[in-house]
C-alpha cells in the first residue's frame, strides 16, 4: 500500500475505521434524540456498518432519517475521539450508572487481565477497543446514509432480547455514495427472490424454512448446469459417485464432524442407533475410497458427487437461495501421493478458471490458514499451507491470508467471485487434507509394493448448486445465456392463421433439442413481445402471413435488436452456435 492511499478507501483498515467512527456516531445521534435507548454492539463490516439498539419502540424510515441528520450536526461538531481505559469495577460502575445493560455484559464477559477501553467524543462515550478517526469531522456528513433496520438477537441467541439492527454506510465523497446507492437499487430489481418469482424458477413456503421447491423452469435452469458440470469433470478425468443421504453417529465421530459440527446436523434414531442427516459428503467419499485396495497407477484417483446435504441454519439466516437448509453440494475428492500435491492443485485451478470464465465471472483467491479448533498438528499445517501458496504462487496469481478460517481438519483456497455489479460471493473452495486419510486408515499400494497414505483435497467449484444459481440470476438479472436459459426460443403467431405455422416450427426445433415455446393466445403481437422479453427468453421468432409464403422466421433477441427474416435453418445454426460455444449476451 503506497503513503499517498494509507488514508483512503483503497486501504481496507482505514476504510474500516472510518465507518467505525461512523456506528459510534450514530449512536451518539440515537442517544441524543432519545436517551431511554440502549446499546449493543456497532461494529463495522463489509459495507459500512451497523449497530443493535434495544428501543422501546420501532425504528421507522422517519427516525431514520431524523437520525442522519443528528449525524450531519455531529459531524460539523468535529467532536475530538479520546481513548481511556478502566479498572473493571470502574468500568462496570461506568456503565451501570448509565444504565447501559448489554455493556455491563459485555465487560462482566472479558477475560481477567483484558484491557477495558472506551472512547469519548463530546457528552457520549461507548465500550470500544477501537480503532477510530480521530475527529468526528473527519466524516462527510453529505455522504452517509441509513440504509436498513431489522431485528436482530442479542448476541444471535434466539433464546435472548430481539434488538433493533440499524444499518449504514459512508464515503469520502457525495458522488461515491451516489454510485453505491444506485448500485444498491439495481441488486434489488436483480433480487434472485423476485426473479425467481417472476420467472417461475422456484419457490419458498411457510411449510419448509429453508427448503426450496423448484418449479419446471428452475429445473430445467438447474440439470442443464449439472449438466454443464458433468461434462466439464468427465474431462478433467473425474469419476461420479452417490453416498447415502444418512449415516450412522460412529461415522461422524470417526471424521470429527460429531466433535466441530453437530449443533449443524439434523439427527435421529434408527434401530437404537444415532444417526445424521450428511451436512457434507466427505465421510461417505471415505467409505468410497476404502471400499477396495488402490495402487499408485491410480492416482491422482478424481471422484466427484452432486450430494443433498442438510445443515440446521438458525431462522433469522435465512435468506432464499442464499441460505437455506438443504442444497446440493458439488463436492468432489482428489486422492493423491504427495508429490502429487501441487500438480493437482494447479490442476483444479485451471478447472475452476474454465467453470468461472463460462459465466463471465472474475475471482479473488484467499488462503485461510489454520483455526483454533483444528486437528492435526501445527507442522502439518504449515507444510501444507506452503505447498497451497506454492501451487497458486507458481501461476502467477495473487492471494491474500485470512488467519485462523481453514477447515478443521486443513487450510484450504477459497474463491470469492465477482457479479457484473461488483459484489464478491465465496463459491469455490480447495481445503488440503492429510487428516481424515489418516483417520480413515486410507491406503494405497506404492512403487516399492508398501502401503502409504494417500493425502487429498476436498473442493467444490460451484459450493451449493442453489446458491449458485441464486449468484448467476443476480448475475445476469435473470437474462440467462441461450445455453443456459430455461426457454431459448418463443414463437410468436401474429394471427390465427399462423398459429399452426408455429407449432411446425416449434416442433422442428425441439427436434434438434433446443427448448422452445408457442405463445398462441389471442392476444396483440406487441404484448407477446413484450410478456417474452419480460420472461428474459433469448429469441422471438414473430411469424404472420409472410414468413409462412415464404417459410421464413422473423427473429428478435430480447434486447430489442432485430435481427430480420431468415430461414429456420439459418435460425437454428445460430443458436446452436451460441449454445455451442456458450456465448455471454
Known amino acids: 500500500m503506497s503513503e499517498e492511499n494509507l488514508f483512503t478507501f483503497e486501504n481496507p483498515e482505514y476504510r474500516a475505521t472510518y465507518w467505525h467512527t461512523c456506528s459510534h456516531v450514530m449512536a451518539q445521534a440515537v442517544k441524543r434524540l432519545w436517551p431511554e435507548v440502549k446499546l449493543a454492539i456497532g461494529p463495522s463490516i463489509d459495507e ?130 451516489d454510485e453505491y446507492l444506485a448500485r444498491i437499487e439495481e441488486a434489488k430489481k436483480r433480487d434472485h427472490r423476485r426473479l425467481g418469482k417472476e420467472l417461475g424458477l422456484f419457490m419458498l413456503r411457510d411449510e419448509g424454512p429453508g427448503f426450496p421447491f423448484f418449479l419446471p423452469k428452475g429445473m430445467t435452469l438447474k440439470n442443464t448446469l449439472l449438466d454443464y458440470w458433468r461434462k466439464v469433470h468427465k474431462k478433467y478425468g473425474y469419476v461420479e ?47 468410497v475410497y476404502a471400499s477396495e485396495p488402490h495402487s499408485y497407477r491410480e492416482l491422482p484417483l478424481r471422484v466427484g458427487e452432486i450430494g443433498l446435504v442438510h445443515r440446521h441454519e438458525l431462522s433469522g439466516a435465512l435468506h432464499g437461495l442464499f441460505r437455506v437448509r438443504c442444497f446440493n453440494q458439488d463436492d468432489a475428492h482428489v486422492f493423491m501421493t504427495r508429490d502429487q500435491m501441487q500438480a493437482v492443485i494447479q490442476e483444479t485451478v485451471r478447472l475452476f478458471d474454465e467453470v468461472y470464465s463460462v459465466f463471465g465471472l472474475s475471482y479473488t483467491i484467499e488462503l485461510s490458514t489454520m483455526p483454533e479448533d483444528h486437528i492435526g498438528t501445527e507442522e ?68 516399492d509394493g508398501e502401503k502409504h497414505r ?60 433446443f427448448r422452445v415455446e408457442v405463445d398462441g393466445r389471442n392476444e396483440k403481437i406487441g404484448k407477446k413481445i413484450r410478456e417474452a422479453t419480460l420472461e428474459k427468453v433469448p429469441f422471438m421468432l414473430v411469424v404472420g402471413d409472410r414468413d409462412m409464403e415464404n417459410g421464413t422466421v422473423s427473429v428478435r433477441r430480447r434486447s430489442g435488436e432485430d435481427l430480420g427474416a431468415m430461414s429456420l435453418e439459418d435460425f437454428a445454426a445460430l443458436l446452436g452456435d451460441e449454445v455451442k460455444t456458450m456465448a455471454i449476451r
Request: aromatic content about 10%; overall charge negative.
Open 380 to 447: 502439518e499445517w504449515e507444510r501444507n499451507q506452503d505447498i497451497l501458496k506454492a501451487a497458486i504462487t507458481a501461476m502467477g496469481k495473487d492471494f491474500v491470508i485470512n488467519e485462523g478460517d481453514g477447515a478443521f481438519y486443513g487450510p484450504k483456497l477459497d474463491f470469492h467471485l465477482a457479479d457484473s455489479l461488483g459484489r464478491t460471493w465465496q463459491c469455490g473452495t480447495i481445503q488440503l487434507d492429510s487428516q481424515l486419510p489418516e483417520r480413515f486408515e486410507l491406503e494405497y499400494t506404492g512403487e
Open 454 to 513: 494417500p493425502v487429498m483435497i476436498h473442493r467444490v467449484v460451484l459450493g451449493s448448486i442453489e446458491r449458485f444459481i441464486g449468484v448467476i440470476t443476480e448475475h445476469f438479472a435473470g437474462a440467462f445465456p441461450a445455453w443456459l436459459a430455461p426457454v431459448q426460443v418463443k414463437v410468436l403467431p401474429v394471427t390465427d392463421r399462423a398459429e399452426e405455422y408455429a407449432e411446425k416450427i416449434s416442433a422442428r426445433l425441439d427436434g434438434q433439442g
Open 241 to 287: 459417485i452417490s453416498t447415502p443421504i444418512m449415516l450412522n453417529r460412529q461415522l461422524w465421530e470417526r471424521s470429527g464432524h460429531w466433535d466441530h459440527y453437530k449443533n449443524n446436523m439434523y439427527t435421529t434414531v434408527i434401530d437404537e442407533v444415532d444417526f445424521a442427516v450428511k451436512p457434507m459428503n466427505c465421510p461417505g467419499g471415505m467409505l
Open 48 to 177: 459500512g456498518w451497523y449497530y443493535d439498539m434495544d428501543a422501546p419502540f420501532a425504528f421507522t424510515p422517519e427516525h431514520l432519517e431524523q437520525i442522519e441528520g443528528e449525524m450531519r450536526k455531529i459531524c460539523k461538531e468535529k467532536l475530538k475521539l479520546e481513548r481511556f481505559e478502566l479498572p473493571r469495577d470502574e468500568a462496570l460502575k461506568f456503565m451501570e450508572e448509565r444504565e447501559e445493560k448489554y455493556k455491563v455484559e459485555l465487560i462482566n464477559d472479558l477475560p481477567e487481565g483484558e484491557t477495558i477501553s472506551f472512547y469519548r467524543q463530546g457528552e457520549f462515550t461507548d465500550l470500544c477497543a477501537g480503532p477510530h478517526l480521530d475527529s468526528t469531522g473527519r466524516i462527510k456528513g453529505n455522504a452517509l446514509k441509513l440504509t436498513a433496520c431489522n431485528a436482530a438477537y442479542w448476541r444471535g441467541d434466539s433464546s435472548r432480547e430481539t434488538l433493533q439492527r440499524i444499518y449504514g454506510v459512508a464515503f469520502p465523497k457525495k458522488d461515491e455514495l
